[in-house]
């Protein structure tokens, strides 16, 4: 970097990203969403998924389960971020790989097609809850709920059955067991 | 049925109960009714600046010099956004600021109505948190909570939106009583094992040093007291960022100046080379550190620090230790004194070398410049300023470039929040403003803004504010006519193409002065110069001091971009010794 010619210093070390699950609880207020999703962006971090909602209507508290990758000091400072935010009341912070930990996603899948077609989509899904929410002599509605690499599979598989449109939440995360975390 | 207020009078009532005696500020459409409850409100000042900017910076510096958070009171839409530079500038230097700003009325938020912004979407970033108030019955809480998030943990600015409609309607209010009670966020997360761990390090270190921050003046005095005791009684060196000057006397002998990128010989030698470095309330900033990879490489470090998010964000550390800066350093010295009453006698022989290996960086008196009979160098003229104040109480400010570093190298402080500076925004045009907040909160002491000519136009509004209230601040220019750190930058990095650096057709500084009703001065020699100061330092109105320098003097030392602390560029005189080339300068 001998001729490099700014007032900053370059960086050039690669390292390597490990996705993680982090869930925040927080006081359903207007704009929290906005904040934790500002601080994603403002300090560069990613997001590859998304999931808000209020879980606890009395006390007002949301939810927000956010996929993330990065290196481990940058998951650190992620959570530490987050938890000077005023409205955050807690932080948890899974590893993909984590075997006690349950993550799911949910998609939508529209599929047009003649019956065989359509069977055979079907098909594809079967494994992964599939439920049909929806029917017609051309089309169905197919939802199923599994883990973001295998919902690609699946429509990957299903566009040679007719998908035409696919809909996807973010990941939600439950830890195993009787544990609650604190 | 209780007495019912207005939504502006609890605004004021807020302000009253936390202790308030001024807020700054500029009226607009959408805080009219708050402004008109002002006249009921004696205890209250008000200090109307001449741009909202002026307010924020003002507020801080108020809030920098005397511990307590800074107010200020703003409209809507351009008022807001003309703040934002200022809350900008206090979120990276921790400066506790309440910022209430207007809104257009409820039921036209989102229509783009007059003078309409999305004040506390436009904020968000550059706020610790901030409140857009939509019931009357949420106010007076937000208000208070706004008081105590800007004060509590690491400092910092929020902002309180309150619309007009707000403003107008009814309801109780409660007289509030101060709780010591923490936003559920505590900040002392460190056990005795921790501070043990320090001890224990210290008396192993053969090369410590201590690297002290703003987190230590944040602290409050008390905190700048304990740091004393503490570095007294273990004899390590001590180096402070540029925040943290003042904490601890720059005249001690134990004290090696700044540090960083324009920080002395001896101190960033000794960052390099310690095998001990106990950081106490400062960040690791970039400025500071210089290539990350190459920072202090053989040392331990210990990382004091109140806000977790600081703790291995830019350097992983070996030890941290979570907690307010006055409250740790109380527990290690008090557990030295326990455990190692002679501490500094039984350590002594171990650091002995690292002093002598310290001693030989000084020799190099890396702050030394090359004086001239002819024109006034900047740094002489820092020096002179110094001297002849340095037996009053005297309260500086600056504008952010090239003075700014040489009024941290060559002006010496002693008392904590005595020197208010931008640092980690770096924003031109600070120091006149803050000036004014600083002599509001000091109405009796000697407040200097050692300025630029370039940053201080920024703000020169500012002075009309000064004149108004009578606030005899002083503006000692340093006029080399350049926006010198710019020309300094390039002529070490751009082949000297000293591209828009250069400011034609200036103001004359004495009459400008003049236009604004107060004293402008004027030296252009070194001999006229201890005579002007003096004349400067004994007129009792606002004075704008142009103090004409050498154009082309440089700010060394320097640690070039991208290079460890120990490859630093010395001045000329060395320079010289070592016979760097043009080709090797462009190099940095």
Not at chain 1, 70 to 92: M, R
Not at chain 1, 127 to 151: C, G, M, P, W, Y
Not at chain 2, 77 to 85: D, F, Q, R
Not at chain 2, 179 to 193: A, E, P, T, V
Request: net charge positive.
């Amino acid at each position: 970097m001998a001729n490099s010619k700014s007032a900053y210093s370059i960086s050039n070390k690669k390292q390597k990203f490990d996705t993680h699950i982090i869930v925040v609880w927080v006081d359903n207020e207007a704009g929290v969403l906005a904040r934790v999703v500002g601080l994603f962006s403002g300090r560069g971090y990613n997001i590859e998924s998304l999931a808000v909602a209020e879980v606890d209507q009395k006390l007002n508290i949301s939810r927000i389960t956010i996929v993330t990758t990065g290196t481990p000091q940058v998951i650190d400072q992620i959570k530490l971020q987050l938890k000077k935010l005023v409205p955050v009341h807690k932080v948890a912070d899974f590893k993909r790989e984590d075997k006690k930990v349950i993550f799911k996603e949910m998609a939508l899948f529209k599929v047009v097609g003649n019956k065989q077609k359509l069977e055979k989509a079907f098909n594809v899904c079967e494994k992964f809850d599939a439920v049909i929410l929806d029917k017609t002599n051309k089309s169905n509605v197919i939802q199923i709920t599994a883990l973001r690499r295998e919902i690609d599979s699946i429509s990957n598989n299903l566009k040679k059955f007719g998908l035409v449109s696919v809909s996807r939440t973010g990941a939600v995360a439950m830890t195993r067991g009787a544990e609650v975390f604190k | 049925m209780p007495k019912l207020f207005s939504g502006a009078e609890i605004v004021f009532k807020c302000l009253k109960d936390q202790g308030v005696t001024n807020i700054f500020g500029y009226p607009g459409g959408a805080v009219l009714p708050i402004y008109d409850e002002l006249k009921n409100f004696n205890s209250i000042k008000h200090i109307l600046v001449r741009h909202e900017q002026g307010a924020g910076h003002a507020a801080e510096g108020y809030a920098r010099s005397s511990g307590k958070p800074g107010v200020l009171l703003v409209t809507s839409g351009p008022g807001a956004t003309n703040a934002v530079t200022a809350l900008t500038d206090a979120y990276m230097d921790s400066v506790p600021l309440v910022c209430i700003s207007g809104q257009v009325p409820t039921h036209l938020i989102g229509t783009d109505a007059f003078q309409e912004c999305d004040t506390t979407g436009i904020t968000r970033p550059c706020t610790k948190h901030n409140w857009l108030v939509k019931d009357i019955k949420d106010l007076a809480k937000t208000i208070h909570k706004a008081f105590e998030v800007a004060t509590s943990g690491r400092p910092g600015p929020v902002l309180v939106d309150i619309p007009k409609d707000i403003q107008f309607q009814k309801t109780a209010y409660k007289n509030y009583k101060k709780i010591n009670k923490l936003n559920g966020k505590s900040h002392n997360r460190f056990s005795q094992n921790d501070i043990d761990k320090i001890i224990n390090l210290m008396g192993k270190a053969t090369k410590p040093i201590f690297y002290t921050g703003g987190g230590v003046i944040n602290s409050g005095p008390k905190a700048s007291e304990l740091l004393r005791e503490l570095v007294n009684a273990t004899g390590f060196p001590i180096t402070s960022t540029l925040q943290g000057l003042g904490s601890y006397p720059a005249d001690d002998n134990q004290f090696l100046g700044m540090l960083g990128m324009h920080g002395t010989y001896e101190a960033n030698n000794a960052m390099y080379e310690c095998d001990l470095m106990i950081n106490i309330g400062a960040r690791f900033d970039d400025r500071i550190t210089g290539k990350i990879d190459e920072f202090s490489p053989k040392s331990k470090k210990v990382h004091i620090d109140i806000d977790p998010s600081s703790i291995n964000k830019n350097v992983k550390v070996d030890l941290a230790v979570v907690g307010d800066v006055k409250t740790v350093v109380s527990s290690i010295v008090k557990t030295l004194k326990k455990k190692k009453p002679n501490f500094i006698k039984s350590n002594k022989q171990q650091i002995s070398k690292w002093w002598e290996k310290i001693q030989k960086w000084r020799s190099k008196r890396s702050l030394d410049y090359i004086g001239s009979e002819e024109t006034i160098k900047p740094q002489y003229a820092i020096e002179r300023l110094y001297e002849l104040t340095k037996n009053k109480d005297t309260y500086i400010t600056t504008e952010v470039g090239q003075h700014q570093m040489w009024a941290a190298q060559h002006y010496k402080f002693n008392k904590p929040n005595r020197w208010m500076t931008s640092g980690g925004l770096g924003t031109m045009g600070y120091g006149l403003p803050a000036a004014v907040g600083v002599q509001v909160a000091h109405p009796n002491k000697l407040v200097i803004d050692i300025a630029g000519e370039a940053s201080v136009l920024m703000t020169m509004q500012e002075m009309s504010t000064a004149v108004q209230y009578s606030l005899p601040i002083k503006i000692f220019i340093l006029n080399n006519e350049y926006m010198g750190m710019v020309r300094q930058w390039q002529e070490l990095l751009h082949d000297k193409n000293y591209s828009e650096s250069y400011t034609a057709a200036l103001p004359d500084f004495v009459k400008l002065a003049e236009a604004y009703g107060c004293v402008g001065l004027r030296a252009k020699r070194p001999e006229e110069l201890d005579d002007k100061i003096i004349e400067m330092l004994n007129t009792d109105q606002p004075v704008i001091f142009d103090c004409l320098v050498d154009k082309q003097e440089n700010c060394f030392p320097m640690i070039p971009s991208g290079k460890p602390h120990n490859q630093m560029l010395l001045g000329p005189k060395d320079q010289k010794e070592k016979k760097i080339t043009g080709k090797g300068r462009t190099l940095v």
